[in-house]
């Protein structure tokens, strides 16, 4: 994984711009998800008042039971508070107790039908003032594709999409955010990846300001170019008992690795987060197996032996 680098000061205004670009970028999505599943967000705009341990307000979407989404939820979140928690200082210690300043927008879509994927994406600012200095900010993101069975052009697809979103910032940065996001959705416990990854960024601002908001805004703004038509393409495929089972059980390897290892879950729940929109990203049915093991040769195993192997999708 790269290291941080430096936070960049954040000029006037600057709040209100990434805010601005946000909470479009959550309608822009969210539309595209009601246009293919025909059913109408809950939109769910949330406060959290003056005195408790983390201030602010945002904005939960989300749609359930739909025929394409049995769960799809999009949310838009601004919130401070009064010291960043341990999971945003372990790469910053000296950043430790600062006040801080967090934005962003965090999706997860969990499809009905088997054959199309789950689907992560986030970006984010965060913004905090070490005693006596002035406001730095830094940038997160990225997004990964979870396949339940694998289809290599949706894979090629995907990250396709994704190295064309971040060429304009340098032919460095999507190998690196790949790399970067094979390591990062990898659950250590099960010596396993969650799925064929795509790219993720953290504690990012070596570009400016400017610059790095231009390459989070532009991973943004590829997402629906690169999901929505691997969904369209997958959604009335035929699935019976057998691949139904699969998805769920697949599906407690998502909520394993959000509870146990994701950053973004443990900030929100460390710093005081709702826990409502923290856990949106879970999947309304799950199951587990004990010691669950794929038929030899059935599609199945072919997700593990030809899809949750690190590989050049690109």
Not at 53 to 79: D, M, W, Y
Not at 184 to 201: A, D, Q, S
Not at 215 to 227: E, H, N, R, T
Not at 267 to 279: A, W
Request: proline share 8%; hydrophobic share 35%; charged share 20%.
């Amino acid at each position: 994984m790269a290291s941080p680098s430096a936070s960049v000061q954040a000029p006037s205004g600057a709040i209100h711009t990434v805010r601005q670009y946000l909470t479009g970028l959550q309608s822009r999505i969210t539309a595209a998800v009601t246009a293919m599943d025909g059913t109408p967000f809950l939109v769910d705009h949330w406060t959290k008042p003056a005195g408790e341990k983390l201030q602010g307000n945002g904005i939960t979407q989300i749609l359930e039971g739909g025929p394409v989404f049995e769960r799809a939820g999009c949310g838009f979140s601004h919130v401070t508070g009064p010291q960043l928690p341990p999971s945003a200082t372990q790469h910053r210690p000296e950043l430790a107790g600062a006040p801080f300043e967090a934005m962003g927008v965090s999706l997860v879509f969990h499809p009905r039908n088997p054959y199309v994927p789950t689907v992560h994406m986030n970006v984010r600012m965060l913004a905090a003032t070490p005693a006596g200095g002035e406001p730095v900010c830094w940038f997160g993101g990225g997004m990964d594709l979870t396949p339940y069975y694998g289809f290599e052009e949706d894979a090629v697809h995907f990250h396709r999409t994704c190295r064309a979103a971040l060429a304009p910032f340098g032919d460095d940065k999507y190998p690196r955010f790949k790399q970067w996001c094979d390591q990062y959705f990898f659950l250590k416990h099960r010596n396993e990846p969650r799925g064929v990854g795509g790219v993720f960024f953290d504690d990012f601002s070596e570009l400016g300001f400017d610059n790095s908001f231009a390459m989070m805004s532009a991973v943004g703004d590829a997402f629906v170019d690169a999901y929505m038509p691997i969904a369209e393409r997958r959604r009335h495929l035929p699935y019976g008992e057998r691949e139904r089972a699969f998805q769920l059980y697949r599906r407690g390897r998502y909520v394993e690795f959000n509870l146990v290892w994701d950053r973004g879950t443990h900030f929100g729940l460390q710093s005081g987060g709702r826990s409502e929109s923290i856990l949106l990203s879970m999947p309304p049915l799950v199951s587990w197996s004990y010691n669950h093991q794929p038929e030899p040769g059935s599609a199945e195993h072919r997700l593990y032996s030809e899809f949750l192997v690190p590989r050049d999708w690109a």
